[in-house]
């Protein structure tokens, strides 16, 4: 039988995944784990397309809802706070 996680590490789960499931959809070869002792405003360093924060949004309410077993709208709340914590900037598409 698998154990069962704290809430605590069911929190950090959550935090590594969604991290990891940003860098996917913006098209970045970085993982969590090379961020996450930093210290700096490291989500700076990588940018992403209005589309790509839009994916990444909606995948992480569906994934937080999941994983929390929250109602859409707390879900929504939650990822909104997150993405604006730690979303990528946008990239400017115009040319």
Do not use: C
């Not at 499931?21 to 002792?37: L, R």
């Not at 990444?56 to 709340?77: D, Q, T």
């Amino acid at each position: 039988m698998a154990k069962r996680l704290s809430r605590e590490e069911k929190n950090e789960k959550i935090v590594e995944d969604l991290i990891n499931q940003m860098f996917i959809i913006a098209d970045h070869n970085v993982k969590y784990d090379e961020i996450k002792h930093r210290k700096d405003n490291w989500y700076n360093d990588w940018t992403m397309t209005e589309q790509q924060y839009d994916e990444w949004v909606n995948w992480g309410k569906k994934y937080i809802a999941k994983s929390l077993r929250l109602p859409a709208i707390m879900a929504e709340k939650n990822m909104r706070f997150f993405a604006l914590n730690y979303g990528l900037k946008f990239r400017n598409t115009l040319k």
